[in-house]
């Protein structure tokens, strides 16, 4: 087998694998997947959603938002010494509040996901422009 790197940054690596199977590159690419650690929304509190979307779907779209991945200090919230649900050691807490104010209908965007601890400060999503829902106005979208 052959591997060629075509380019590398910080987001993305693209190269070309020779002299191998399909087999062999799939074995790779699923071996990149579930040993790169990430992190990602996984619980979430709705407590007030005007937006068309219902709750499940704003939790699934939020599940999806990447989030930097640099340094995960991070420990599994089963494996930590607290006693609380969580802790800055086990979670990542983000919250969004946005009330739309003005006349027109609003995009509510991964830059309204507002951390609350100091693990979130370090978790915060890749990418400002993902769109999460849209909310009508006088309406609110709130949730942690
Ligand atoms: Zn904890």
């Given at each position: 087998?052959?591997?060629?790197?075509?380019?590398?940054?910080y987001e993305?690596?693209?190269?070309?694998?020779?002299?191998?199977?399909?087999?062999?590159?799939?074995s790779?690419?699923r071996?990149?997947?579930?040993?790169?650690?990430?992190?990602?929304?996984?619980?979430?509190?709705?407590?007030?959603?005007?937006?068309?979307?219902?709750?499940?779907?704003?939790?699934?779209?939020?599940?999806?938002?990447?989030?930097?991945?640099?340094?995960?200090?991070?420990?599994?919230?089963?494996?930590?010494?607290?006693?609380?649900?969580?802790?800055?050691?086990?979670?990542?807490?983000?919250?969004?509040?946005?009330?739309?104010?003005?006349?027109?209908?609003?995009?509510?965007?991964?830059?309204?996901?507002?951390?609350?601890?100091?693990?979130?400060?370090?978790?915060?999503?890749?990418?400002?422009?993902?769109?999460?829902?849209?909310?009508?106005?006088?309406?609110?979208?709130?949730?942690?």
């Amino acid at each position: 087998m052959q591997v060629e790197i075509l380019s590398h940054s910080y987001e993305e690596t693209q190269l070309v694998l020779k002299n191998t199977n399909p087999a062999f590159a799939n074995s790779l690419r699923r071996i990149m997947i579930a040993e790169v650690p990430t992190v990602a929304i996984e619980a979430v509190e709705i407590t007030q959603n005007d937006s068309p979307l219902i709750d499940e779907m704003i939790c699934h779209r939020l599940g999806l938002i990447p989030l930097q991945s640099d340094h995960i200090d991070l420990v599994f919230p089963q494996d930590c010494d607290c006693s609380q649900d969580a802790c800055d050691n086990c979670a990542a807490i983000y919250k969004i509040d946005v009330h739309n104010t003005t006349n027109k209908p609003m995009n509510i965007y991964s830059k309204h996901i507002m951390p609350i601890n100091s693990a979130a400060h370090q978790h915060l999503p890749v990418f400002d422009n993902v769109i999460i829902t849209t909310i009508n106005p006088n309406s609110r979208l709130s949730l942690t």
